[in-house]
Antibody, heavy 121, light 107 residues
Framework: QVQLVQSGAEVKKPGASLTVSCKAS????????INWVRQAPGQGLEWMGW????????NYAQNLQDRVFMATDTSTSTAYMELRSLRSDDTAMYYC??????????????WGQGTTVTVSS | DIQVTQSPSSVSASVGDRVTITCRAS??????LAWYQQKPGEAPELLMY???SLHSGVPSRFSGSGSGTDFTLSISSLQPEDFATYYC?????????FGQGTKLEIK
């Protein structure tokens, strides 16, 4: 079945970097976009960015643009999200989500299980 | 950036009631609005896309409408499993902003 499986929980110190992976299965990886969304404890959803698994094009949220990097490895059907210079307010659940076949404009159809990230000294 | 404002932030209702949630975009987004349901401790799930299209497997008691700047999600005849938090997201242009969420609670 179609699924996205994310890497495990992380605990990081302020100033460190984080990489979350998102391994896709059950579909042709390059045919679908991947988005990253995060959710701080008790808060709403925040869109972080988008990557085309076909050609690697990206678009990032402006407030994260200087610290975030997204990539894909088509040989392993895996998407990655790197966040640098971590701060305490980066503490959140991080999700990868797959867009529809016709593009993300048609919604985020499949979600990973989430990766808990805690930033604390 | 396009801002997306949801209302109400919370609503109480009973099983069998009809509930409507609204989402307003700060500029014309055509039909490019999606709705998601999130239950505690779970990832969000897609309900509606392109304002009024029901995602596969979603019960027909969910419906969406609107275009331009004003959109609604309606749930007819609430079921116990519908009590959750609902989010809208505009997908007309980057960044694909989410609304603040509406928590649907049991009265």
């Amino acid at each position: 079945q179609v699924q996205l499986v994310q890497s495990g929980a992380e605990v990081k110190k302020p100033g460190a970097s984080l990489t979350v992976s998102c391994k896709a299965s059950g579909y042709t990886f390059i045919n679908y976009d991947i988005n990253w969304v995060r959710q701080a404890p008790g808060q709403g959803l925040e869109w972080m960015g988008w990557i085309s698994a076909y050609n690697g094009d990206t678009n990032y949220a402006q407030n994260l643009q200087d610290r975030v990097f997204m990539a894909t490895d088509t040989s392993t059907s895996t998407a990655y999200m790197e966040l640098r210079s971590l701060r305490s307010d980066d503490t959140a659940m991080y999700y990868c989500a797959r867009g529809a076949y016709s593009g993300t404009s048609y919604g985020l159809e499949v979600w990973g299980q989430g990766t808990t990230v805690t930033v604390s000294s | 950036d396009i801002q997306v404002t949801q209302s109400p932030s919370s609503v109480s209702a009973s099983v069998g009631d009809r509930v409507t949630i609204t989402c307003r975009a700060s500029q014309d987004i055509g039909i490019w609005l999606a709705w998601y349901q999130q239950k505690p401790g779970e990832a969000p799930e897609l309900l509606m896309y392109a304002a009024s299209s029901l995602h596969s497997g979603v019960p027909s008691r969910f419906s969406g409408s609107g275009s331009g700047t004003d959109f609604t999600l309606s749930i007819s005849s609430l079921q116990p499993e519908d009590f959750a938090t609902y989010y809208c997201q505009q997908s007309n242009s980057f960044p694909y902003t989410f609304g603040q969420g509406t928590k649907l609670e049991i009265k």
